[in-house]
Each structure stands twice: as C-alpha cells, then as structure tokens.
C-alpha cells in the first residue's frame, strides 16, 4: 500500500514513474541536472532520480554507497 500511496502522490504532481527500465549511465551535468542513459539509447535530464533498484543499484554505485541490507536468494 505505500508504493500505491507514493505512486499516487507523484502522478498527482505530474512526476513521471519509469518502471522496467534499465539504467545503464548517470552522468552529473552540472550542480542542478543529471542525464540518465537508458539500455534503449534513450536520454533523460533530470534534476532528480529516485533508484529504487535494490542492492546493485546503479546510482549506488555512482555514489560510491554500501547496501547495508541483506538480499534475496535466488
């Protein structure tokens, strides 16, 4: 129920949700913009990206973060 509450409130304020999309490039523009390349060849810029793409998360590890969680196993 809290990612239909959270979808609900962006669809509210007209922010797009990319779901099923592969990130494959984050590159810092400038202090205010990032450009996301996707595995289709298709660039965004944006001022903000929410990676909610667990424990090898690309943006993680453009930001130099740990996973301090646990993962799954498959």
Same mark, same amino acid.
């Given at each position: @129920?809290? /990612?239909? @509450?959270? $979808?609900?409130?962006? @669809? /509210?304020?007209?922010? /797009?949700? $990319? %779901?099923?999309?592969?990130? =494959?490039r984050i590159?810092?523009?400038d202090a205010? %913009? @990032? $450009?996301?390349?996707?595995? &289709?060849?298709?660039? =965004? *810029?944006?001022?903000?990206?929410?990676?909610?793409?667990?424990?090898? #998360?690309?943006? %993680? %590890?453009?930001?130099?973060? *740990?996973? &301090?969680?646990?993962?799954? #196993?498959?």
């Open positions: @129920i809290t /990612e239909e @509450i959270l $979808e609900n409130y962006l @669809i /509210e304020h007209r922010i /797009e949700v $990319e %779901r099923n999309r592969q990130a =494959i590159e810092q523009i205010d %913009r @990032i $450009e996301v390349t996707f595995a &289709d060849g298709q660039v =965004i *810029p944006t001022r903000y990206l929410c990676a909610c793409d667990g424990a090898h #998360s690309l943006v %993680r %590890r453009h930001l130099q973060l *740990p996973f &301090d969680g646990k993962t799954y #196993s498959t």
